[in-house]
């Protein structure tokens, strides 16, 4: 469930309850007039579902969700960190970027078995979204050294694609911290971790770091 509480008095105004949702991750607030009054907020949950609430209206009871982003199998692709929104001139809407992937239990120390992760920008507005609605960009690495160098495609994101999507290289590697974000410049900063396994003798992580533009 989604909770919009009272900061000052710690009533409860409003609770989202999502059937068939598990684990929501912390949301993120949107905000469309630069008024400084959130209009809506987008979470996703373990499920690999992202969600918007819409708050816009002044009576509380008028207030409604609906899934932004679907993914082909529940839990393959958890979403446990909260998205991070950015202007999407194509559109004049907002886009929606979070990464896939948890670290919250032993288990998730394996990299063995685990499906691919992914870092989605999904356009907020419109009707739900499936991987089939994106554009898939590709990650390509290159050795420099002790070094890896990332490059990426710049494949065009119609207005009538959904987003975009990049797949993580590495077997084990994930998203589970919200992205920063150089606003002015439409840049996201993603960093990601890949565990060394559950070896209690190689214990540690490591990890990547991409700085993509966004939109």
């Not at 207005?159 to 590697?173: H, K, P, R, V």
Request: charged share 20%; glycine share 10%; net charge negative.
């Amino acid at each position: 469930s989604l909770f919009v509480i009272d900061a000052e008095t710690g009533t409860l105004i409003r609770e989202f309850n999502l059937p068939g949702s598990t684990g929501l991750a912390s949301p993120t607030m949107g905000d469309y007039d630069d008024d400084f009054i959130d209009e809506f907020a987008v979470a996703g949950d373990l499920n690999g579902n992202l969600w918007r609430f819409d708050l816009s209206s002044t009576d509380s009871t008028s207030w409604s969700v609906r899934k932004v982003f679907q993914p082909a199998t529940d839990f393959e692709q958890p979403i446990t960190s909260a998205p991070r929104l950015f202007a999407d001139p194509a559109t004049g809407g907002l886009i929606a970027l979070f990464g896939t992937g948890k670290y919250l239990e032993p288990i998730d120390r394996t990299n063995i078995g685990l499906p691919t992760q992914t870092l989605y920008a999904v356009r907020e507005q419109g009707a739900v979204k499936s991987r089939a609605d994106l554009v898939e960009q590709t990650l390509t690495s290159t050795a420099v050294g002790s070094t890896t160098i990332f490059e990426v495609t710049d494949n065009a994101v119609p207005t009538s694609a959904g987003g975009w999507y990049i797949d993580f290289l590495e077997q084990g590697e994930r998203d589970v911290t919200s992205a920063g974000a150089l606003f002015s410049l439409g840049v996201a900063i993603v960093s990601t971790i890949i565990p060394n396994g559950d070896d209690p003798c190689q214990p540690g992580l490591r990890g990547n770091v991409y700085v993509l533009n966004a939109p």
